[in-house]
């Protein structure tokens, strides 16, 4: 099992520290299973806040999986239909227990130059720079 370093909007990472999003909706997901999701908070926040473990993953229509986690979402329907128009599938990591770290850290503690567009796997070494 792995662990991925995920860029979030800082008002979704807000929503999965406070429990009120259990899931993260994704395009496609890491091909490796996952076992927790570092959140880095995009801009204005540019920090690792913390990490979150994954309960599983989803794999549904668009419309299916809206149906199907929308009370615990943390998203409106309008964002979650901009964010998947015009795709076939849609993807969910099922959100577990949310840990929000005591000091924040930028990408750079842990060697990675830049935000990912999608996801990143850590390393073990990269991993215990943050806990």
Known sequence: MRKILLSINPEYVS??????KKYEYRRRLANDDVEAIIIYATSPIMRI????KVDGKIEMA???LWESTKQNSGI????????????KKAYAYK???VTKYEKEKLLSDIGIQQ???SFVYLTDEQYEKLV
């Not at 929503?15 to 009120?20: G, N, P, T, V």
């Not at 409106?76 to 795709?87: D, P, V």
């Open 95 to 97: 959100l577990g227990q």
């Open 76 to 87: 409106s329907r309008k964002k979650y239909r901009e964010y998947f128009k015009e795709c």
């Open 49 to 52: 806040v913390g990490e979150v």
């Open 15 to 20: 929503r999965i520290l406070s429990f009120e």
């Open 62 to 64: 668009p419309s299916t």
């Open 115 to 117: 935000a990912p567009q």
